[in-house]
């Protein structure tokens, strides 16, 4: 079975500073993995997906994503963070078997404060 | 597309009624999920469909929910007798693929948002 671990349920940045979303997976298999982002009254929206290709991972609004195996690492990052950032962000894994479906992290929530 | 929609995104009930939220997904995809998001559990799977047919209904809570999919274009999430505690976001996404695909992405409705009294 595949899990997904979100460390932190609350992040706060300024705006322009660094933003740093952690996320570590298990999986028995080698997974695919997705973050996905929340804006309030909202349904999920894909940021980005690693399905094993390269590594580092590029999805919209400036955020990109690494995969580390070593580390069982997806974190999420983005260099400058904008007041429309703020929303709740999830990762989640999915494996290449069977009828797989998604699992979801709890989820962080992104504060961004002026 | 309009993309995933979700009928009804608010209901407030009372205790023991029925309630019955409905989906209809991307034309041409061939999965859908319902998914239930609350403050304490996050996002929980309830089922999964594949070309109409229910796959794993293993997250259904219990006997009191029932999810249909009569055609490819419809889905329903039932609740009969609804508790305070189904209080909660219902979501619906669909995906366009076979199973077990990775690469295949959820597209989610805006969701449903129960509030049982």
Redesign the interface.
């Known amino acids: 079975a595949q899990s997904v671990t979100q460390l932190g349920s609350h992040v706060s940045v300024s705006e322009g500073a660094l933003v740093l979303l952690r996320c570590n997976y298990s999986s028995s298999v080698p997974p695919y993995l997705f973050w996905y982002v929340q804006y309030p009254n909202q349904g999920l929206q894909l940021l980005l997906k690693y399905t094993s290709a390269a590594t580092l991972v590029k999805g919209i609004n400036g955020f990109e994503a690494e995969f580390k195996k070593s580390e069982t690492s997806f974190h999420l990052t983005k260099p400058s963070a904008h007041m429309s950032d703020a929303a709740e962000y999830f990762c989640a894994v999915m494996v290449n078997s069977g009828y797989s479906t998604l699992t979801f992290g709890k989820g962080t929530m992104l504060l961004v404060s002026p | 597309d309009a993309g995933?929609i979700q009928s009804p995104r608010h209901e407030v009930t009372e205790m023991g009624q029925e309630v019955t939220l409905r989906c209809k997904p991307i034309s041409g995809h061939n999965s859908l999920?319902w998914y239930r998001q609350t403050m304490m559990r996050?996002?929980e799977?309830l089922i999964?469909f594949?070309n109409n047919v229910p796959?794993?209904d293993s997250g259904m809570p219990e006997d009191r929910f029932s999810a249909k999919m009569p055609n490819a274009s419809f889905s329903t999430l039932k609740i009969q007798p609804s508790e305070p505690r189904d209080s909660a976001v219902y979501?619906c996404?669909s995906s366009l693929g076979g199973?077990?695909?990775?690469?295949n992405?959820?597209?989610?409705?805006?969701?449903s948002r129960l509030t049982v009294l």
């Not at chain 2, 199973?99 to 690469?103: D, I, K, L, T």
């Not at chain 2, 992405?105 to 969701?111: D, I, N, R």
Request: charged share 5%; aromatic share 18%.
């Open positions: 995933v999920f996050g996002l799977l999964y594949n796959i794993d979501f996404a199973s077990g695909s990775g690469a992405v959820l597209t989610f409705g805006a969701g």
